[in-house]
Nanobody, 124 residues
Framework: QVQLVESGGGVVQAGGSLRLSCTAS????????IAWFRQAPGKEREFVAA????????LYADSVKGRFTISRDNAKKTVDLEMTSLKPEDTAVYYC?????????????????WGQGTQVTVSS
């Protein structure tokens, strides 16, 4: 069983930045791929970024590539999502998720464990 807790959400003006953190409660944290998803009101939950276990290979949605950076600290059992140049369309509830696949994927159905989310609001 893996418990995930997101933090760092808030309100920021367009062009600003925020750093989200996902903290996991598992001794085997380094063995999990961790992804960030987001869901805006009335829309489906969509992939944002992911970081692979062991290699720390990263994957980003085209909409955030070059603006967001995902990183992990296995000692602290955390994954951060540094968001810069934020846009109003980035407004959503952001969730972290975990799985143990060999690779990393964009499909939300592949992730078994989920946090409760943290709200990010970007004002124009």
């Amino acid at each position: 069983q893996v418990q995930l807790v997101e933090s760092g959400g808030g309100v920021v003006q367009a062009g600003g930045s925020l750093r989200l953190s996902c903290t996991a409660s598992t001794r085997a944290f380094s063995g999990y791929n961790i992804a960030w998803f987001r869901q805006a009101p009335g829309k489906e939950r969509e992939f944002v970024a992911a970081i692979r276990r062991t290699t720390s290979t990263t994957l980003y949605a085209d909409s955030v590539k070059g603006r967001f950076t995902i990183s992990r600290d296995n000692a602290k059992k955390t994954v951060d999502l540094e968001m810069t140049s934020l846009k109003p369309e980035d407004t959503a509830v952001y969730y972290c998720a975990a799985d143990t696949s060999i690779g990393i994927v964009r499909e939300r159905e592949k992730y078994k464990y989920w946090g409760q989310g943290t709200q990010v609001t970007v004002s124009s």
